[in-house]
């Protein structure tokens, strides 16, 4: 199994974007799938988690109102939608699948992809 986040690049503050996150020799239609973040220096971060038939979705303190986590289980995807982005959110952002009792732990989450990186200029 292994994860594959995309859609990450350099842009402005006040901008969107939209990562993907896909999974090569998995259906991740069964799956609590969760977003995370890593600036650099500091701890990888809950971003959001969505249940697996995509009817809610958690979000971070931090990421509360303006990100949106959605879901293609026919596309096998998952998405997160980033708008009125600021330079604190830059990081790498990683999909993984839940797999514990915890919802924002990360430690509670396998099969991580390689991440892919937001930057965000002021």
């Known amino acids: 199994v292994q994860l594959v986040e995309s859609g990450g690049g350099l842009v402005q503050a006040g901008d969107s974007l939209r990562l993907s996150c896909g999974a090569s020799g998995m259906d991740l239609s069964s799956y609590v799938m969760g977003w995370f973040r890593q600036a650099p220096g500091k701890e990888r971060e809950f971003v959001g988690v969505?249940?697996?038939?995509?009817?809610?979705?958690y979000y971070g303190d931090s990421v509360k109102g303006r990100f949106t986590i959605s879901r293609d289980n026919a596309k096998k995807t998952v998405y997160l939608q980033m708008n009125s982005l600021s330079p604190e959110d830059t990081g790498v952002y990683y999909c993984?699948?839940?797999?514990?009792?915890?919802?924002?732990?990360?430690?509670?989450?396998?099969?991580w992809g390689q991440g892919t990186q937001v930057t965000v200029s002021s």
């Open positions: 993984a699948i839940f797999v514990g009792s915890e919802l924002f732990d990360k430690r509670h989450y396998e099969y």
């Open positions: 969505i249940e697996a038939n995509g009817r809610r979705a």
